[in-house]
């Protein structure tokens, strides 16, 4: 995860750079349950409105609640299917903050109606995030569901209204980049807290005219609007006190395009934010994120559930994550990694971290080859 808005924080009132702060355990995306309410068309759970065979039962959760908090994992994201879904989310959530973990809930909003926010309120999730796929008909066909948008925009009314921590979440492809402004306005207007853009787990067109490929040029675009935009809230933070968090997943390349965007708005301080960049170090797959599927399957995040490493209900989950007998754990967990290709070469290797390794994988079959989803030019990259 790049956190936008931290960076341009740091713009605005730079801080020393003092030692890098190591998370304690990772952070853990937890899909209790694959089934859901909608059937959306770019779903990496491939659920569907039916019960699946073979859930973690609400003891089971417990325990290995008891198993992450014995490995100091400080937040629980609760995701599904639709997490709302499960008969017991409630008594899971109510525990996860008992136990002190930072809770997040991951829906797809349109179950929360009033009653339902009354819950939802009542556990004190410290963040709500909502998924939207663009605005109205495009959210509706994305999600295959008419009406779906306005019902997730009641529920992000709703947990606003009850002083909920609440973002939107949005994955962007060919067919809702138009809606992004759209988006962010709606942000804007709705007093949402923090805006995620999910960057799509798209494999590229290989190395040539990278900077001319359509869809390399709309990730480019879209990274400087979200920069513009997140710098003009970063400036009413410092005139009016509104805080608005911008965040974006699954590329970090982000990282190294923020460098370039600051060449152009704030040359000065391109050095101190490479630094920062540095310590940030890009992807953490395999690291400080990690994920739990409704079966117990353990995988180094959301985006590998074709690899598992282990499963909680045989092995404690640290045993698991501490096991690099694993390659691919092995691999993620490597300083620095090995990476082939232009990643290989790439003079910005130690910000981004050689980027995501499952569209490697996809692609070429090998996870150490270069990022296809890089938008950035070979000139960029210093290649040429
Ligand atoms: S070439 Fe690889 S390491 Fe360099 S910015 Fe692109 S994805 Fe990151």
Known sequence: MFRISQFMQEIAAPTPLG????????????????????????????????????????????GVMDQLKAFRVPALILSGGEPLLRPDIFEISARAKGMGFFTALSSN???????????????????????????????DKFRRMAGAFDKSLAGIRLCRDAGLKVGVRYTMTQDNHQDLPG?????????????????????????????????????????????????????????????????????????????????????????HIRQKLLQWGGNSSGVN??????????????MWWHYTIGNVRERAFGEIWNDVSDPLMAGLKA?????????????????????TRVRAQQLTGDAWAEDPGCYLSDEEIGLV
Request: with cysteine.
């Open 183 to 271: 988006l962010l306005k709606l942000v804007e207007d709705e007093g949402v807290d923090r805006f995620y853009f999910s960057h799509l787990n798209y494999a590229g067109r290989g190395n040539k005219n990278r900077k001319d490929d359509a869809l390399h040029q709309m990730t480019r675009n879209a990274m400087d609007l979200l920069f513009d935009t997140c710098w003009r809230y970063e400036e009413m933070r410092q005139q009016r006190g509104i805080v608005k968090e911008f965040t974006t997943g699954n590329n970090d390349a982000d990282g190294v395009y923020l460098l370039y965007w600051l060449q152009r708005r704030f040359p000065e301080k391109l050095e």
């Open 289 to 302: 994120v990690a994920n739990i599927d409704n079966l117990g399957n353990v995988h180094p995040d959301t």
């Open 335 to 355: 300083q620095p990694r090995t990476v082939g290709g232009r990643c290989g070469a790439c003079a910005h290797f130690a910000i981004c971290g050689g980027n």
């Open 19 to 62: 030692p890098a702060r190591k998370p304690p355990g990772p952070v853990v995306i937890w899909n209790l349950i694959r089934r859901c309410n909608l059937t959306c068309k770019h779903c990496y759970s491939i659920s569907a409105d039916k019960d699946f065979a073979g859930e973690l039962s609400t003891a089971e959760v417990f």
């Open 109 to 139: 909003g349109t179950l929360i109606d009033a009653a339902m926010c009354e819950k939802v309120k009542a556990i004190g999730y410290d963040y709500v995030g909502v998924s939207l796929d663009g605005l109205g008909a495009t959210h």
